[in-house]
């Protein structure tokens, strides 16, 4: 069962907190339904000066967009290697709990990377789609170790399930750590159904 969320640090560097605020206006309004003058602003700064953090608007998104995948696939992989020793059941709880305590502290980075993926340059998409491959596969690995079935099936739960908490920006409507408990609860409760 998932503990309480952790309250989330204040990004550190000026570069990541332009990546912080432009999150949460490209969630609110889109990639597209965002200026470069207007990030300035919100960052405290003029859009011109932010070009001598990132090259354009695309390479904040792919910065953004990249983060996420690489966040979500070591801190992925760092959880099921500590959790191997308790056995597959506690690997597979491992991963939910991490994507649910992602989820939970950054909707606006999911809702961007749902939404806004097709923005990416090439190179970024492909990067970022070959990192959640590995993270998918992550997951299908668990979720056969822990409740069987075949390669199909369980990549289908995965989808299935990220799909669920993902759902998080528009359904918490609880305090956090409820929130985590729900999810949690739902996620493993749909993975064991749909290996059944």
Partial sequence: MPGP?????????????IV?????????RGFHGVSVYELGAAVG???????????????LLGEMLVGIS????S???????????????AVLAGLVDWHVEFALAHPALITVQLRDLASLSE?????????????????????????????ARARSAAHATFGLINSTPHSARLRPEQMAELLHAM??????ASMR
Avoid: M
């Fill in 45 to 59: 700064t003029s859009g011109a000066a932010l070009y001598k953090h990132f090259a354009n608007k695309e390479a």
């Fill in 75 to 89: 801190e992925g992989q760092r959880r099921a290697r500590a959790a191997t020793p308790d056995g597959p059941e």
């Fill in 123 to 151: 190179d970024d998409r492909q990067t970022v789609r070959r990192l959640q491959r590995e993270y998918v596969q992550l997951w299908i690995s668990a979720i056969r170790a822990a409740l069987g079935g075949d390669e």
């Fill in 5 to 17: 969320s952790k309250a989330v640090a204040p990004p550190t560097s000026r570069r990541a907190q």
């Fill in 70 to 73: 690489e966040r979500l696939l």
């Fill in 187 to 192: 996620a493993i409760g749909a993975l064991q």
């Fill in 20 to 28: 912080a605020v432009a999150a949460e206006l490209f969630a609110e």
